[in-house]
């Protein structure tokens, strides 16, 4: 199994252009994040979706979009990236949560530089 | 507003040396505590785990950490670190008594071993 995996690994786009961030997950979970982690901060949430279908706000989701294609992919949106978006994205899969946590597996991440 | 805190930003230890890193948290509710670790270069993995019981956690490659409710810690010690501890840790909380599935992060403290 490859886990959780995330294209591209690194990126530079200038102020204005739009791209979507990869995520993929071969566990067959249920749920599944976005964070994003930048110096200093820990990791902070953007988006999450609990089951396929379903997307709900994080602590940062100003400036973002996200689609949860299937079970496997859940895709992240900058439509109009700003510096501010300059951070590393981490995706993460889980088999399912609500009153009960289950493990959450990290991808390898995305960093991103908007310039 | 649930918050984690890390006080050790940046940890230089000696071979051997005894660990201890500091994460507090603000909720007043019950919680699911854990520490991440991320090796250079590599996904965020979790070392270990609270979610009731004994206050005393072990974890993977001789980590545990200590609950003490009273103080709204969860710090993570190792008796004699190595070089290949190397790498950045992360406290993270969940409250257990709420659908949210995701996880709350510290900052993190980068721990340097040197041989």
Same mark, same amino acid.
């Given at each position: 199994?490859a886990?959780v ?5 690194f990126q530079v786009?200038?102020t204005g252009?739009?791209?979507?961030l990869?995520?993929a997950q ?9 964070y994003?982690?930048?110096?200093g ?13 379903t997307t709900?706000?994080g ?5 973002y979009?996200?689609?949860r294609?299937n ?6 949106r900058?439509?109009s990236a700003?510096?501010?978006q ?11 949560g609500?009153?009960?946590?289950y493990?959450q597996?990290f991808?390898?991440g995305t960093?991103?530089t908007?310039? | 507003?649930?918050?984690?805190s ?5 940890? =230089?230890?000696s071979?051997a /040396? ?6 507090n948290?603000s909720?007043g509710g019950t919680?699911n505590?854990? @520490? ?8 965020l993995?979790?070392l270990?785990k609270?979610?009731?019981g004994d206050?005393?956690?072990?974890g =993977?490659?001789g980590?545990? /950490? ?9 710090n993570?010690?190792k008796?004699s670190?190595q @070089?290949?501890?190397t790498?950045e840790y992360?406290?993270?909380v969940?409250k257990?008594?709420?659908g949210?599935?995701?996880l709350?992060?510290?900052s ?5 071993v040197q041989?």
């Open positions: 199994n886990g995996t995330q294209t591209p690994k786009l200038k252009q739009s791209m979507t990869q995520c071969d566990m067959n979970h249920n749920s599944m994040y976005w994003r982690q930048d110096p901060m820990g990791l902070r949430l953007i988006y999450y979706s609990a089951s396929e279908g709900d706000k602590e940062v989701p100003n400036g979009n996200v689609s294609l079970k496997r992919e859940f895709s992240l900058l439509e700003a510096p501010s300059t951070s590393v994205y981490f995706c993460a899969s889980s088999e399912g609500g009153r009960v946590f493990e597996y991808g390898p960093r991103l908007v310039t | 507003a649930q918050s984690v890390q006080h050790n930003h940046h940890v =230089i230890l071979e /040396a005894s660990l201890e890193l500091g994460c948290y909720y919680v505590l854990f @520490w991440y670790v991320q090796y250079p270069g590599q996904h993995q979790l270990l609270y979610f009731s206050p005393l956690v072990k =993977i490659k980590f545990e /950490a200590e609950f003490i409710k009273s103080k709204f810690s969860f993570l010690r008796p670190v @070089w290949s501890d790498a992360f406290c993270a969940k257990e008594d709420t949210r599935r995701a709350t992060f510290g993190g403290t980068r721990l340097q041989p």
